[in-house]
């Protein structure tokens, strides 16, 4: 339901019967509201490699002020904010940054833990225009957990100034997910994520994600079959093939989880409405 | 030949990582594998670390961990500008 | 199929695969990665970075300029926050300590307010507020701001890099310079950055180690000490610049401290293997001016102010309640005081100062109002002046309280500026190093150890000015 209405917000919607699928009209509906999450509709996690500039995409959509610097490593703990739009309340989790969802390192497990176990509704995938490539990493590894992506195509200015230019559309078809071209730090591209973030939340559009096949044929079936076999054993567990992967590698921290069973409470607390923002998160996989 | 030896502005792809487990996963993550281009960027004032450009991005490593990754040197070098 | 089943099966699952299947996986995604990006983005020119930024790194990580830069830089932001508080924090003096108590408390009496109550409410809760708030809000407003700036312009990575080897020979993580950054605007914020850290050693280390970047809480006592008693010994014109030489001096044995005792814990009780260290370095980018102020402003100083506040009238009246309950004839602070004299002398301190410190151990931002305020009741007590009325002194300026009151000489203040540096971490951070360690003991040594060493290191100082004849 809607939170109160806070000073922050703009200015209400344009007069109707002007288009409605326009980017102005729709940054119009935007209401930020601040830590006021209340009840929402959609919890929505902005992800990415370290200084892609999640944080300024996240005060962007939630009037916060979430502290932003020049250098990797800004964020270590989770915020949360939230806004209003189209008539539906997200909450918006920022994350610190992670350069890949297979590590095991320490200083990474916020964010992995969240994009595995906290079951957002969408995934906005923060990357850097000017490191396309390596960006990408991380997003096709979100890619292979979930479908319901958005990828901000960020600092898009300084990629200009770089002499840069991306086939948006092109890139959106390769990944299969909607990707919006922005310059957060300005303000721009801000509407179009909105209205991407809206339909993946609310499954109007199709997508349908980029999936890495690994070489080895073998792999792709032990993977396959251990994740339905998890599947059965922790009904409901998301990211199945991903606990299969580290399974296969012999993680001790997942072995142990699945031996005394806790697996299947993972992510629980962290899904939770109750989850605060500047806790970190532990998960019992460690 | 190892990372650490690579003279500045020279290009290089890396040919092998000889370390294993969390060290090994963490060049990775950053983008460090065989078959991928570098190049030596800068080095601290005081010597080491030396930073690299890796797949655009410029990342430091200390001289231990560049020891650790085998290179083969490009022959059109110094590397363009 | 059971838990313990499915382990088995992945064990024979893993059996079958190459050993080294999981570098196949990252090198799909990466060629994956390649592939996409290769077919999407197109470049007009080969170069990777901008040519600006090359320059400028060329200069900021220069053999000798790199240094110099720091220097200079660090040494300006003091510089400017020293020269440019003066003003305001004597404004906001007579205003608010002066001007404002003085009317405040004929306000009170005026009113019929008996006189415990005006002592509680005026001369402890108001006063230790508006002291607070004229110490440290000039300084935090310029210095919050400047230290951003340098933050937005993306600095902060590049000392990381240029000062990583001395981390690295005392054992030490390369990101520990950043945590080490963040603790200059507070030590708290300091220990959570650590959390960038991947290894639990190194990140203890770090988190041990923070306590000796100054915190904002920590920096206008060395302001005033530089000011007041260093400042002071050089020509007029140079006063501001020889005072910022003072306190940068202070961060830089801060610095070397942090070094000595990572290299130590990590020789000792932390000895272990050097994790990987990588450090990403980004570009530069120019600062968003009126953002930066605008956030520096109102969540950073705004909100360290606001603690400094919470924390300040509280102590104000604890102040007032130990300088006021006599019990055989004399005070419960001048007990205090007069029991812990002897050590606080032998430190080179005394014991006024000892006790704002036990006093202070929720924040350090009250430590200076906390020895002026008993300072001048106890001072004034000595100069035969009644009881609750504090500010007899209060026209005089500060260091005037000091040395004519207190006795103060450069001994004290210079020791003062190293125990402020060295002594245990304020109650917030404490509870922050429990709440990242989980650890009792690591706790307890994040606490102890740094207060050890300002013992240690008060007591060398003064025994060795003592044995010089210095004082
Ligand atoms: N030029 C430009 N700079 C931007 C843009 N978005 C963010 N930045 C800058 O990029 C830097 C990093 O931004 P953050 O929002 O802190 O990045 P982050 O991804 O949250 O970083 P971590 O929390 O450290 O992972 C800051 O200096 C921002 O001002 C943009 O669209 N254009
Ligand atoms: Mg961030």
Redesign the interface.
């Known amino acids: 339901m809607p939170g109160p209405e806070l000073p922050t917000a703009p200015d209400a919607g344009p007069a109707h019967g002007a288009c409605t699928s326009c980017a102005i009209y729709n940054s119009a509906n935007l209401r930020k509201l601040g830590v006021e999450t209340g009840t929402y509709d959609y919890v929505a996690a902005v992800a990415g490699n370290p200084n892609t500039g999640k944080s300024t995409v996240f005060n962007a959509l939630t009037g916060l002020r979430q502290h932003v610097g020049n250098w990797p490593g800004k964020t270590v703990a989770r915020a949360e904010g939230g806004f209003h739009y189209h008539g539906h309340g997200y909450k918006l989790v920022d994350l610190p940054g992670t350069y890949s969802l297979l590590s095991t390192s320490n200083d990474e497990e916020i964010a992995r833990d969240f994009l595995l176990f906290g079951r957002p509704d969408v995934t906005i995938a923060v990357v850097d225009a000017t490191r396309l490539e390596r960006n990408l990493n991380l997003v096709l590894q979100i890619l292979q957990i979930t479908d319901r992506v958005v990828v901000a195509l960020n600092l898009m200015d300084e990629s200009e100034r770089h002499g840069i230019t991306i086939d948006v559309r092109h890139l959106a078809r390769e990944l299969g997910v909607p990707v919006t071209p922005m310059a957060a730090r300005k303000g721009q591209g801000v509407p179009e994520l909105l209205e991407s973030v809206e339909q993946v939340a609310r499954g109007t559009v199709a997508t349908r994600a980029h999936r890495v096949k690994h070489r080895d044929p073998r792999l792709e079936r032990a993977v396959d079959v251990l994740a339905g076999q998890l599947q059965q054993t922790f009904p409901g567990l998301p990211s199945t093939r991903w606990v299969a992967l580290r399974l296969l590698e012999g993680d001790p921290g997942t072995e142990q989880a699945v031996r005394d069973g806790t697996l299947g409470d993972l992510g629980r607390g962290i899904a939770g409405p109750e989850a605060t923002s500047a806790r970190p998160t532990g998960t019992a996989a460690r | 030949m190892t990372l650490d030896e690579l003279r500045p502005d020279h290009r290089a792809t890396v040919v092998a990582l000889e370390i294993r487990g969390?060290?090994r996963?963490?060049?990775?993550?950053?983008?460090l594998?065989?078959?991928t281009e570098v190049r030596v960027?800068?080095?601290?004032?005081?010597?080491?670390?030396t930073?690299y450009?890796?797949?655009?991005?410029?990342?430091?490593?200390?001289r231990?961990?560049a020891r650790a990754v085998h290179i083969e040197v490009h022959d059109d070098e110094p590397g363009?500008? | 199929m059971s838990n313990a089943h499915l382990l088995d099966h992945a064990a024979r699952l893993r059996d079958d695969l190459p050993a080294d299947f999981q570098e196949g996986i990252v090198e799909s995604i990466y060629s994956d990665a390649a592939a996409i990006s290769s077919s999407t983005v197109s470049r007009d020119s080969q170069r990777a970075r901008l040519t600006a930024d090359r320059l400028l790194d060329r200069a900021l990580t220069h053999r000798v300029w790199g240094f110099a830069v720091m220097g200079v830089l660090f040494f300006a932001v003091f510089w400017f926050t020293i020269a440019g508080a003066a003003g305001p924090s004597g404004l906001l003096y007579t205003l608010l300590v002066e001007g404002g108590h003085a009317w405040l408390r004929d306000g009170f009496v005026a009113l019929g307010s008996p006189g415990w109550l005006t002592g509680i409410v005026i001369d402890g809760a108001y006063l230790a507020t508006a002291w607070v708030i004229a110490v440290m809000l000039p300084p935090m407003a310029i210095f919050f701001p400047l230290f951003t700036l340098l933050e937005d312009f993306g600095y902060l990575p590049r000392v990381a890099f240029n000062l990583d080897r001395l981390f690295s020979a005392a054992g030490a993580h390369g990101k520990q310079s950043l945590s080490m950054m963040m603790g200059y605007g507070c030590n708290a914020a300091g220990v959570t950055a650590t959390r960038i850290i991947d290894s639990r050693r190194e990140r203890l280390i770090a988190i041990i180690t923070n306590n000796f970047s100054i915190c904002n809480g920590r920096w206008p006592t060395l302001i005033l000490m530089g000011t007041i008693f260093i400042g002071a010994l050089a020509p007029p014109a140079l006063g501001s610049v020889v005072a910022a030489g003072s306190v940068v001096a202070v961060a830089v044995v801060g610095v070397l401290t942090t070094l000595l005792v990572s290299w130590g814990l990590s020789k000792t009780v932390l000895r272990g293997q050097t994790s990987t260290y990588s450090l990403e370095l980004p570009p530069y980018r120019p600062p968003q001016l009126w953002r930066t102020l605008h956030t520096s402003l109102i969540d950073r100083t705004l909100f360290v102010l606001r603690r400094a506040i919470l924390m300040a009238a509280p102590a104000g009246v604890v102040i007032w309640l130990l300088s006021n309950i006599t019990v055989d004839a004399s005070s419960i602070a001048a007990h205090v005081v007069d029991a812990l004299d002897p050590l606080g002398l032998a430190l080179g301190l005394n014991g006024i100062i000892l006790l704002a410190y036990i006093v202070a151990i929720p924040a350090n931002e009250i430590i200076i109002p906390t020895i002026l305020m008993l300072t001048m009741t106890l001072g004034s007590n000595l100069f035969g002046a009644q009881d609750g009325v504090m500010l007899e002194l209060g026209s005089a300026h500060t260091e005037t309280v000091l040395i004519q009151a207190g006795g103060w000489t450069l001994l004290t203040a210079i020791n003062l500026m190293l125990f402020s540096l060295l002594h245990n971490p304020c109650s917030t951070t404490i509870l922050t190093i429990w709440n990242e360690t989980k650890s009792l003991k690591w706790t307890t040594v994040a606490t102890l150890l740094p207060l050890t060493l300002a013992f240690a290191v008060t007591f060398l100082t003064a025994t060795t000015a003592r044995l010089a004849g210095w004082i």
Do not use: E, H, K, N
């Open positions: 969390v060290q996963r963490r060049l990775m993550d950053l983008g594998l065989p078959g960027d800068m080095t601290s004032p005081l010597g080491d670390p930073a450009l890796v797949r655009d991005a410029l990342i430091a490593l200390r231990s961990q363009r500008r």
